[in-house]
């Protein structure tokens, strides 16, 4: 049982480069949703998909977009990256039982040069 | 604007002793109060969790405290281990409205148990 899978899980860009980073789960859950995690800021929501075919913004989407490709994966794309983008990323998915129960990945550790 | 406050930012404690852990919210919409635990290099992963109509939950060693007047809840660890040692988030959420399916979290404590 995988659960959250993301990859991948260390990338380091150059300021201006593109790239996406990826997010499955195994688990049928209907939502999905992008953290970043920065010492001293906690977790701070990026885009959430609440099911299939819907993405909302979340508290920081500035300079990311993201696709629901389908019910299992959800990717997150940085068009041009910033040091400001140096962050680690965490994929994570719920079960609609219980709305507090998040399963995470194991995240992206990005560096933006 | 930060929707749930944590304290302290980092917290050492000694084999044995007491952790505590505290967060407050303002928006009286959240109903859904979880804690979450994580280790180093990997993802966050659920504790334990209140509603606001218990005063107290208790698992294991873990134990939530909620006050809903002064909207205040914090994180009882209990003969504190080693292998207690990790950051906890609190988080706060709703089942519907607004904050349907979001959580908001707090900036974390790192906790370190000495042995």
């Known amino acids: 049982n995988a659960g959250v899978t993301q990859t991948p899980k260390f990338q380091v860009l150059k300021t201006g480069q593109s790239m996406t980073l990826q997010c499955a789960q195994d688990m049928n859950h209907n939502s999905m949703y992008w953290y970043r995690q920065d010492p001293g800021m906690g977790l701070r929501l990026i885009y959430y998909s609440a099911s299939e075919g819907t993405t909302d913004k979340g508290e920081v989407p500035n300079g990311y977009n993201v696709s629901r490709l389908n019910k299992r994966e959800f990717s997150l794309r940085l068009e041009s990256a910033a040091p400001s983008q140096t962050s680690v990323y965490f994929c994570?998915?719920?079960?609609?039982?219980?709305?507090?129960?998040?399963?995470f990945g194991s995240g992206t550790q990005l560096s933006v040069l | 604007q930060q929707q749930v406050k944590q304290s302290p930012q980092s917290l050492i404690v000694q084999k044995g002793g007491i952790s505590i852990i505290n967060c407050a919210y303002e928006?009286?919409?959240?109903?859904?109060f979880p804690w979450y635990q994580q280790f180093p290099g990997k993802g966050p992963a659920l504790l334990i969790a209140?509603?606001?109509?218990?005063s107290e939950k208790k698992e294991g060693r873990f134990t939530i405290s909620f006050n809903k007047s002064a909207k205040q809840f914090s994180l009882h660890i209990m003969d504190s281990q080693p292998g207690d040692s990790a950051t906890y988030f609190c988080?706060?959420?709703?089942?519907?409205?607004?904050?349907?399916?979001?959580?908001?979290f707090g900036r974390g404590t790192q906790l370190t148990v000495w042995p």
């Open positions: 209140i509603r606001p109509d218990v």
């Open positions: 928006n009286t919409a959240f109903d859904y």
């Open positions: 988080a706060a959420t709703s089942d519907r409205g607004s904050t349907l399916g979001r959580l908001y």
């Open positions: 994570a998915s719920r079960d609609g039982s219980l709305a507090v129960k998040l399963f």
